[in-house]
């Protein structure tokens, strides 16, 4: 049972998320920009953030920064839903950058993401 | 005889007795021997009367007799025999009359006729008239009066003798000598005469004036104690004794002098010989000096001239640039090497003599329409430029460029241009063009899928995991069934979005062997065209070859978009360097790049804008990342220059401090096929 912080612009795809998340049991915390993820992540610490890179205000990429500006050990699993020179291979190459723990590339499904969290969790 | 007089006759006897008888036979023997004596000195005198007569009419000159009144009562014979006059014109009239003057009036005539009025002897009179037939004569003629016994003056006699031959000669003479005078006074040409050691003796005002002297006298002085090559001085004075003495003379002997003021330059031609006495020795040298200073100048331009002409010719040459005469009429009259070398051709007479149709075989282009297009133009606008290709005899295409224009009389020249290199990269530059037309294309395209991948994405994503959660929770087989084939559309759909953006995202093609130097230079002058006018774009790149593998169209995006970036920072004022150059990585430079140590290519890209703060110096190569304003940069362009950097297994640096400019260095490994690049400089 983790607390886990779900930050995605996109309403359907944050409900679907947190969905397979609560089914599994783990509890959820959700945010629809960079501000209010940072927000969560100050004051509720979650266990894990699950970030998308394409949002409006501040962006996913600079929420990680900021993230890791002062907490190196949070798990965090970047999400790319594509979008103008947006590709897997440079998401994947953001994310070593940046020290996020993962990529996933929507649409993900389900099993794929609670293994990784199984992984990064344990 | 002296002068003719008679001898004294006797008185008349007196009256008769016989002493007077004796008297008179002593009288009469006395008086017979006097007759006697009479008789001899009649006989002489008649003697000495017909010598008088044979003199005068064998003289040349007559004898005149004047009355008391001065009038001619005698001219001898031999005057009509030696004028042609006949002696009447002069008979009854005075000297003056005949002479036509009026010695009243006349100075010279009074003073003859106050002469002969006191009786004097005159000698040497001489005088002129005009004879009947309008003829000058000039006369000499000298006198003496004569008296009877009781000395009554009777007149003048005299003797006469004609000098109008010898007066006209002399006159002519004179004339002749003024007109040499003349001459020698005003010739163009300087004339002298110098002794046979070389002294000038004497220069005409044209030689005095050629060496920039007014009088003569000063000009000799400096001639002759002149010991500078100033005018014609002692080197001169040398050349001319020995080139005479050889062979008498010298003809045009060329010289260089100075003049008066030891400055200007004269070059003078002499032509000068030697003057010898009866005895042959040689007197003086005379000579002419004419300036040839223009001729000599207008001589030397003309060589020189005609040195440059051949040395145009030649250096065109050698600069590879073909050049052709030829005439409407006649063809082809010349060709260069050059020419011949363009068209694979290695002997003149393949085309010498021909017209351009006739070398048809050669040609891709129609050479008969050129041909009438280029005397047209000629005709027209007095030039001509086309293009025109040429396959030589082993099948390679050449493409020559010509310019003509009319050259003398009826020919026309041409000046020809090998420019097939250069149609061949540009030919190879419009296929980069396009290339780059097309990445651009592509990239633009990759936005657009990007930006459709993710709105669908967003949208799949529920689909399917939503679908999956119902799946799990419903048994029924039909409506799993029927879930599954949501999944199974959803999931394709998605793989078509994901295929979307990969092919959207594929680089422009393959990766070849490139040297980077050259494609620096050929990229610099895509990235030229997009910068604003102030930007000043340095181009420097390192002499040899970098050869390493790249997609060339990615290399010049990288270039351009990194170019761009510089400018951007610069608000379009300032300078970019553009550099590339090869450096050796070791260990440890190379691991802080995460590269292997080894050769690299290295580009650079400088600017000098406000440079990059360290705070984002970390972030600029992700996407979306921008510190432009709104709407001036999406923020891809570095990340796009990542990818490929990243493809090309090569790696970027930045190098920044802010206010200060920035520099971007790519580094590219080099190819280990590639010839040894030479050492990098400038770093």
Known sequence: MSRILVVDD????????????????????????????????????????????????????????????????????????????????????????????????????????????????? | MKDGTMADIPEEPPECSAERLKELADTNARLQAKIDEQSLALADLEESRAQLSDLASAASDWVWKLDDQLRFIFISDSFERITGISPSMAMGKTRWEVAGADPDCDEFWRQHRDCLMARKTFRDFRYSFISAEGQQEYSRTSGVPYFNGAGRFLGYRGTAIRETDEILARQKAAQLEQSYREIYENAVVGIFRATPEGAFLQANPAMVKLFGFTDEKE???????????????????????????????????????????????????????????????????????????????????????????????????????????????????????????????????????????DLQRHGLSDFARIGREMYDSIAKTGSWKGDLEWRRADGTIVY???????????AMIHVILDTTERKELEQRELKLEEGLKQSQKMEALGQMAGGIAHELNNLLHPVINF??????????????????????????????????????????????????????????????????????????TAEGAAIAEVNETEFIQVVMKLAQNANDAMEGVGQILLQMDCVNLDGADAEKLSLEAGEYACLIVSDQGHGIPDDILDHIFEPFFTTKQVGRGTGLGLTVVYGIVKGWNGAIAVESQKGEGATVKVYIPMSHKAEPAPEAKGI
């Open chain 2, 400 to 410: 020559l460029r010509a310019r003509s224009a009319p050259f003398i009389d009826d």
């Open chain 2, 219 to 357: 000009f000799l002085e400096a001639v002759n104690n002149a010991a500078e090559n100033l005018i014609p001085g002692p080197p001169l004075r040398i050349a001319l004794k020995k080139g005479i003495e050889g062979s008498g003379s010298i003809e045009a002997f060329e010289a260089e002098l100075l003049d008066k003021t030891l400055k200007n330059h004269i070059w003078v031609s002499i032509s000068a010989s030697e003057v010898r006495d009866e005895n042959g020795t040689v007197k003086y040298f005379e000579g002419m000096v004419r300036d040839v200073t223009k001729q000599n100048k207008a001589e030397t331009e003309l060589k020189e001239s005609e040195a440059r002409n051949r040395a145009i010719v030649e250096a065109l040459d050698r600069a590879q640039v073909g050049l052709s005469i030829t005439t409407a009429a006649r063809g082809i009259l010349y060709v260069n090497s050059s020419l011949l070398k363009f068209v694979g051709l290695t002997d003149e007479s393949q085309v010498v003599g021909r017209k351009l149709a």
């Open chain 2, 467 to 540: 679908t999956l959660l119902i799946q799990d929770q419903i048994e029924d087989p039909k409506l799993r069934h029927y879930l599954s084939r949501v999944l199974e559309c959803s999931r394709k759909a998605a793989n078509i979005v994901s295929d979307g953006l990969t092919f959207a995202h594929k680089g422009a093609g393959e990766r070849k062997m490139a040297d980077l130097m050259e494609l620096t230079k050929r990229a610099a002058r895509f990235t030229r065209g997009i910068l604003p006018m102030d930007i000043e774009l340095k181009i420097r």
């Open chain 1, 10 to 122: 996109d309403e359907y795809v944050r409900e679907s998320v947190c969905e397979v998340l609560n089914l599994a049991g783990h509890e959820t915390l959700e945010a629809s920009n960079g501000e209010e993820g940072m927000t969560f992540i100050d004051n509720e610490a979650p266990d894990l953030a699950i970030i998308d890179i394409w949002m409006p205000k501040v962006d996913g990429l600079t929420l990680l920064r900021r993230v890791r500006a002062k907490n190196q050990d949070l798990p965090i699993i970047i999400v790319s839903g594509g979008g103008p020179g947006e590709t897997l291979e440079r998401a994947t190459a953001i994310a070593d950058t940046y020290s996020a723990d993962h990529v996933l590339f929507k649409p993900f499904e389900s099993d794929e993401l609670l293994e990784m969290i199984r992984k990064l969790l344990s």
